[in-house]
């Protein structure tokens, strides 16, 4: 029996969804979005049924669907109570990156979803990139021996017209800049390969040529995490005259990794004392190419989730994961607003506590 799905918000990344709804044989049951225009440009895209429902107001929509897995796609700061609604109602969630932009709202989904067994997914799709995976299972195999340091770069470029295709981006309500949006994907892979638990955030951001938004173009970080090792953090969306790369570095005693490509989708680096490998092998078998930045990540996460709701397990990439990747964001926000080092964990802070940080 495959479960009922609907998915608020038809916008930029809605099409990587239907798509992997459709590859795991969802039952698209609505389609939710202020402006009519963009769900009859879903429907012409997929071909999908004309008698999939349209809702302009998702409350409406989880009263008559009753859907049993939403996605939600909306701006930014609209996913905390659109999450919190979708849980009242019952269903299961797959909430794009960033999960929140506030701690307080994502503490009460986890709460919330944990009281009525809700299975809530952050979408980190790159988590489920072939070379993150194969990344994953050696740290987890301890070959890398005592980590030291790892590092992220997103070197990226984002022009005016990317901002003026939706009024909400470049907001500290509804997006937050290069960090929370292009750069927290690889934010979160970083914190996850390094141990999770993060002990303090030095960060600097800034807005150098994107004048037109109020968030920065530019975040540079130093992260320590419980288990001794370090992380450093750099996230731009400056990069002329076009994407440059996203690469996640992973330096340990005994072995040294490097993933690249457009959005760490390749292994350029493999090093190991133990052997175990052969690194050209390792190059060639855990490579992918994909058309954009997006990845091939959101087909086996919708698998996974799919299998967390009809098994009753917790998703591989669960609401908690998103909160870390929101919290390190925020501590870096934090860290450049207050001048200082921020200790974690944190418990109460929103992008809303930086607004006015480059009003000129």
Not at 208 to 221: M, T
Not at 340 to 347: D, G, Q, R, Y
Request: net charge negative.
């Amino acid at each position: 029996m495959s479960l009922k799905y609907a998915i608020i918000g038809c916008g930029r990344i809605s099409p990587n969804h239907i798509a992997a709804a459709l590859e795991n044989n969802l039952d698209i049951v609505a389609l939710c979005d202020i402006e009519e225009s963009k769900m009859d440009n879903t429907i012409q895209e997929f071909n999908l049924s004309k008698n999939i429902k349209k809702y302009i107001d998702y409350k409406e929509m989880l009263q008559n669907e009753k859907p049993e897995l939403v996605a939600i796609c909306t701006e930014s700061g609209k996913h905390g109570q659109i999450a919190l609604d979708c849980i009242d109602a019952s269903a299961n969630l797959i909430i794009e990156k960033p999960i929140t932009l506030s701690l307080e709202e994502a503490d009460m989904i986890i709460e919330k979803a944990n009281e009525k067994n809700i299975k809530v997914s952050a979408c980190h799709q790159n988590r489920f990139n072939k070379s993150v995976q194969k990344i994953r299972k050696t740290v987890e195999a301890d070959r890398f021996g005592r980590l030291m340091h790892g590092t992220a770069h997103i070197r990226w470029n984002r022009g005016e017209d990317y901002y003026t295709q939706a009024t909400w981006r470049g907001t500290w309500e509804q997006d937050g800049g290069a960090l929370m949006n292009q750069c927290i994907h690889n934010i979160d892979l970083l914190r996850w390969m390094m141990g999770d638990e993060v002990t303090e955030v030095v960060g600097m951001i800034d807005n150098l040529i994107h004048g037109f938004i109020d968030v920065e173009d530019l975040g540079i970080a130093l992260v320590k995490f419980a288990n001794g090792s370090y992380g450093i953090i750099e996230g731009t969306t400056n990069i002329y005259p076009k994407n440059l790369e996203e690469t996640l570095y992973i330096f340990g005693e005994k072995g040294t990794v490097k993933a690249g490509g457009k959005s760490v989708n390749l292994i350029e680096e493999w090093q190991f004392a133990d052997n175990l490998d052969d690194a050209e092998e390792v190059k060639e078998k855990y490579h992918e190419n994909p058309p954009n930045v997006y990845g091939f990540g959101h087909m086996p996460l919708y698998t996974d989730v799919i299998n967390a709701v009809k098994n009753d397990k917790e998703p591989y990439v669960t609401a908690s994961d998103g909160r870390n990747a929101l919290e390190l964001v925020l501590a870096i926000y934090k860290s450049a607003a207050e001048g200082k080092s921020v200790k974690l964990p944190l418990n109460k802070c929103s992008t809303l506590d930086f607004k006015g940080r480059f009003d000129r």
